[in-house]
């Protein structure tokens, strides 16, 4: 695994050991591009190798809608950095329709699989090791979409008000819950 000095020559994350969910293109790979460039070790995941990460960046082909693909990424996180110090999940997104009662129910389904399950399981696996280590960071990508409701998106709007719930449930030894922005 290599890293790469950005072009102000701060290196503010290195040593430190960063996984990305998603990273093969959009936001997630940019996000990996700008974690290399500051000098950590990043390991992402996307279902298919279609579009290949930067030289430099591992990889684990999996499926984050599912417990086995949850696992898998977990394992290649401990396999390839030893562990992680920086979290991001990053996969997410929903098809549009033409109103909230005609989302069917296995939108529904993959909306909660894709943008709450895929997160709560693998930080089950990975966060106990920050808790550990007494040193951490979990992002999660959301959308501003989320307000005002939008019904042809009510099936991906539901997910931030969750994940505030849930991080306001996290032991108080966890970091509290912050938010930003994405259009
Ligand atoms: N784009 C926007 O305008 C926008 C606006 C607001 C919020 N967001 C949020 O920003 C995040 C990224 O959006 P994006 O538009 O950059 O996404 P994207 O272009 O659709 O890229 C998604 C990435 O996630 C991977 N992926 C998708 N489903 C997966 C799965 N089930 N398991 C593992 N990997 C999977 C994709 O690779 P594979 O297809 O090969 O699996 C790809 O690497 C999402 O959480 C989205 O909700 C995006």
Request: hydrophobic content about 40%; overall charge positive; charged content about 20%.
């Amino acid at each position: 695994m290599t890293t790469v000095e950005n072009g102000s020559g701060t290196r503010m994350l290195a040593g430190k050991r960063a996984l990305v969910t998603g990273g093969t293109r959009g936001i997630g790979a940019a996000i990996v591009r700008q974690f290399l460039d500051a000098g950590a070790q990043v390991l992402t995941t996307a279902r298919s190798t279609t579009s290949a990460p930067p030289e430099g960046v591992g990889f684990v082909a999996a499926d984050v809608r599912t417990r086995a693909g949850a696992e898998a990424v977990a394992a290649a996180a401990q396999e390839v950095l030893g562990g992680v110090d920086i979290l991001v999940h990053n996969v997410g997104g929903a098809r549009p329709h033409r109103s909230a009662l005609a989302i069917p129910d296995e939108e529904w389904q993959d909306g909660v699989d894709l943008n709450f399950l895929s997160s709560v399981r693998v930080d089950a696996l990975l966060a106990p090791g920050m808790r550990e280590r007494g040193s951490g960071a979990i992002v999660h990508v959301s959308t501003a979409a989320v307000a005002p409701p939008a019904p042809p998106f009510l099936h991906y709007q539901r997910r931030r008000p969750r994940w505030r719930a849930t991080a306001g449930g996290s032991p108080p030894s966890w970091p509290r819950p912050g938010s930003g922005s994405t259009p």
